[in-house]
C-alpha cells in the first residue's frame, strides 16, 4: 500500500534554532518526493522537488535529504523565523505519466520568538 | 511562472444552495487539474483529476452528481457543489499540472461554510 508517513505531528521551537522533520514513504513505483509549506488556510507551496537519484536539494534555509534505499526523507529548517510557522507535508509521487501524489498527515511546527 | 489563482478563496451559503469555485492557470496550460478536500488537521484527500475536455475521473466514495467538475478548456477548471449540506464545509485546494514540468502547482484553497 501506498503511503507516506511522517514525525514528529507537531513541533515547537524557538525562533532562530534549527529543525528536522522526517518522512518515510513507500510509493511504489516511484518517481519523487516532494516537500511543500502550508500556511493555515492557504494552498501547499512547493519547497523541492526530489528524485531517487538525488540526495540532498536546497531551498535557502530549506534542506531536504532523500536515502532512496531506507526511504526516509528529512526536511532540515536552519535558523528558524516566526514565518516558518506553518504545516510541512511531505508528498510521494507514483510513477508514470500521471502518477498519483501520496500525501503526508503534514508536520505542524510552531516557531515562537 | 506556474500560478495557480482560485476563486473564491472563502464563501458562506445556505444549505441546499450551489456553489461554483473556479481555478486557472495563470501563465501555463494545465493539461490536468485535481481537487482536493481538506479537513482541519488532515491531510489533502484527492477527490477528482479532470483532463481538459475529457469527464473527471472520480475517487472511490466522492459523489459524481454532488461534485461537479468541468475542465471545458486549459486554463480553467470549475467545481461546483450542489446542494451543499453542513457536513459539506470544509477547505477545498485545486492544483494543476502542465505538459512540460513535473511540477503540482496548488492554488490558494477555498474555505466553504455551508449553514
Same mark, same amino acid.
Given at each position: 500500500?501506498?503511503?507516506?508517513?511522517?514525525?514528529?505531528?507537531?513541533?515547537?521551537?524557538?525562533?532562530?534554532?534549527?529543525?528536522?522533520?522526517?518522512?518515510?514513504?513507500?510509493?511504489?513505483?516511484?518517481?519523487?518526493?516532494?516537500?511543500?509549506?502550508?500556511?493555515?488556510?492557504?494552498?501547499?507551496?512547493?519547497?523541492?522537488?526530489?528524485?531517487?537519484?538525488?540526495?540532498?536539494?536546497?531551498?535557502?534555509?530549506?534542506?531536504?535529504?532523500?536515502?532512496?534505499?531506507?526511504?526516509?526523507?528529512?526536511?532540515?529548517?536552519?535558523?528558524?523565523?516566526?514565518?516558518?510557522?506553518?504545516?510541512?507535508?511531505?508528498?510521494?509521487?507514483?510513477?508514470?505519466?500521471?502518477?498519483?501524489?501520496?500525501?503526508?498527515?503534514?508536520?505542524?511546527?510552531?516557531?515562537?520568538? | 511562472?506556474?500560478?495557480?489563482?482560485?476563486?473564491?478563496?472563502?464563501?458562506?451559503?445556505?444549505?441546499?444552495? $450551489?456553489? +461554483?469555485? @473556479?481555478?486557472?492557470?495563470?501563465?501555463?496550460?494545465?493539461?490536468?487539474?485535481?481537487?482536493?478536500?481538506?479537513?482541519?488537521?488532515?491531510?489533502?484527500?484527492?477527490?477528482?483529476?479532470?483532463? @481538459?475536455?475529457? +469527464?473527471?475521473?472520480?475517487?472511490?466514495?466522492?459523489?459524481?452528481? +454532488?461534485?461537479?467538475?468541468?475542465?471545458?478548456?486549459?486554463?480553467? $477548471?470549475?467545481?461546483?457543489?450542489?446542494?451543499?449540506?453542513?457536513?459539506?464545509?470544509?477547505?477545498?485546494?485545486?492544483?494543476?499540472?502542465?505538459?512540460?514540468?513535473?511540477?503540482?502547482?496548488?492554488?490558494?484553497?477555498?474555505?466553504?461554510?455551508?449553514?
Amino acid at each position: 500500500k501506498n503511503q507516506v508517513e511522517q514525525s514528529p505531528q507537531s513541533l515547537i521551537i524557538l525562533e532562530g534554532k534549527n529543525c528536522t522533520l522526517q518522512c518515510n514513504y513507500t510509493v511504489s513505483p516511484f518517481s519523487n518526493l516532494r516537500w511543500y509549506k502550508q500556511d493555515t488556510g492557504r494552498g501547499p507551496v512547493s519547497l523541492t522537488i526530489m528524485t531517487f537519484s538525488e540526495n540532498t536539494k536546497s531551498n535557502g534555509r530549506y534542506t531536504a535529504t532523500l536515502d532512496a534505499d531506507t526511504k526516509q526523507s528529512s526536511l532540515h529548517i536552519t535558523a528558524s523565523q516566526l514565518s516558518d510557522s506553518a504545516s510541512y507535508i511531505c508528498v510521494g509521487r507514483g510513477g508514470g505519466s500521471q502518477g498519483n501524489l501520496i500525501f503526508g498527515k503534514g508536520t505542524k511546527l510552531s516557531v515562537k520568538p | 511562472g506556474a500560478v495557480v489563482s482560485q476563486h473564491p478563496s472563502w464563501v458562506i451559503c445556505k444549505s441546499g444552495t $450551489s456553489v +461554483k469555485i @473556479e481555478c486557472r492557470s495563470l501563465d501555463f496550460q494545465a493539461t490536468t487539474m485535481f481537487w482536493y478536500r481538506q479537513f482541519p488537521k488532515q491531510s489533502l484527500m484527492l477527490m477528482a483529476t479532470s483532463n @481538459e475536455g475529457s +469527464k473527471a475521473t472520480y475517487e472511490q466514495g466522492v459523489e459524481k452528481d +454532488k461534485f461537479l467538475i468541468n475542465h471545458a478548456s486549459l486554463t480553467l $477548471s470549475t467545481l461546483t457543489v450542489t446542494s451543499a449540506h453542513p457536513e459539506d464545509s470544509s477547505f477545498y485546494i485545486c492544483s494543476a499540472m502542465g505538459h512540460a514540468w513535473d511540477g503540482y502547482t496548488f492554488g490558494s484553497g477555498t474555505r466553504l461554510t455551508v449553514v
